[in-house]
């Protein structure tokens, strides 16, 4: 079973920048999919990024412009690269498949944006 590890997260200012990363477990990570995911309190998780094994990208559209996800093979790493961060991106943010895998959650990791 796959399993992730996210890091990177903080508390930046508005219009600040983070770069998210995400290691996974086992050796075939290069033939998924992957998302980033994010859950804001009160609310369900969104995926917010995608990558396919060739690097084709998309975007939630509150985020486009912003974010970028790319991805190493070689590392079995993810990356979330947020840019002009704004308050509304406060959540704990998440990789795994996508479509997600409900057994390989890992702990995710807060971003806070906030004055």
């Known amino acids: 079973q796959v399993q992730f590890v996210e890091s990177g997260g903080g508390l930046v200012q508005p219009g600040g920048s983070l770069k998210l990363s995400c290691t996974a477990s086992?050796?075939?990570?290069?033939?998924?999919?992957m998302g980033w995911y994010r859950q804001a309190p009160g609310k369900q998780r969104e995926v917010v990024a995608q990558i396919v094994p060739g690097g084709d990208t998309n975007y939630v559209d509150s985020v486009k412009g912003r974010f970028t996800i790319s991805r190493d093979n070689t590392k079995n790493t993810v990356y979330l690269q947020m840019n002009s961060l704004k308050p509304e991106d406060t959540a704990v943010y998440y990789c795994?498949?996508?479509?997600?895998?409900?057994?390989?959650w890992g702990q995710g990791t807060q971003v806070t944006v906030s004055s």
């Open positions: 086992g050796s075939i990570f290069s033939i998924f999919r």
């Open positions: 795994n498949t996508s479509p997600s895998n409900s057994r390989s």
